[in-house]
């Protein structure tokens, strides 16, 4: 774990939160939400459930026009929704700004509500949609901090950042902090195996860093449907499932 990482998110989720108090609300920089402003939208929320897994057949069809759309062309299909992949080989223009998927922050929200309940200790705040300008502030300042060699191993370079998908999401613990560390064990193992209920999945998995390009990270979800069920049986990363290429940048 990088602690500069750790330390610099409560900041930008502050920073945030201050706009949105302050009325200034620019959908192409906002990062986070809370539950309390959208908790008429979680309690009609359906999760994604093992009932509702496509069967092998249809992943395979999934997986065979995944790969095929997204080639070694160097950017990310656009046209494949929560199919997308966006790694160090798959970039998004830096005009793509799609704000948060609506079906994805309803789902991150409904989980989030359930952890609590749980009485896990999450933040109603979590760290969204990123623009690309937003982007390339923070890896930035990253680099300025880190160096960039160090910088790659956890934080996306502009247009490679899967968080400007409006997919992606971090959960934070009642601090603003990343939920990391052996003090949240219990609800980093919940989350790692009911996210895929939700149509989540842990994005980048121990093990797996050679492949997703990035270093383990138990707060990361990635969106993807009702795919996430059999992605998470497989215990295959997104790269491996769709037979995408993955790795460091070119």
Request: net charge negative.
């Amino acid at each position: 774990m990088i602690p500069v990482k750790k330390q610099l998110i409560p900041a930008v989720a502050l920073s945030f939160i201050l706009l949105g108090c302050s009325g200034k609300n620019t959908p192409a920089e906002t990062t986070t939400s809370s539950i309390a402003t959208t908790a008429q939208t979680t309690s009609t929320t359906t999760s994604t459930t093992p009932e509702t897994t496509v069967q092998s057949t249809e992943a395979t069809s999934a997986t065979e026009a995944t790969t095929q759309a997204q080639s070694a062309s160097g950017m990310a299909d656009l046209s494949l929704g929560y199919d997308i992949i966006v790694n160090k080989k798959h970039a998004l223009p830096s005009t793509y700004a799609p704000g948060e998927d609506p079906t994805a922050g309803q789902q991150v929200r409904a989980l989030i509500q359930r952890m609590q309940e749980l009485g896990y200790p999450i933040s109603d705040t979590y760290s969204g949609y990123r623009s690309y300008e937003y982007q390339t502030e923070l890896y930035n300042d990253y680099v300025s901090r880190e160096g960039q060699t160090a910088a790659d191993t956890y934080s996306a370079r502009p247009g490679y950042s899967e968080h400007q998908t409006g997919l992606a999401f971090d959960i934070l613990d009642t601090h603003g902090n990343l939920l990391d560390g052996p003090e949240y064990s219990d609800a980093i193992h919940w989350l790692h195996t009911h996210a895929h209920e939700y149509g989540f999945i842990v994005r980048f998995q121990p093990g797996k860093e050679a492949i997703t390009g990035y270093q383990a990270e138990a707060w990361h979800l990635r969106y993807v449907g009702d795919k996430a069920t059999a992605i998470y049986q497989s215990g295959l990363s997104l790269e491996e499932y769709f037979g995408v290429e993955g790795g460091g940048y070119e």
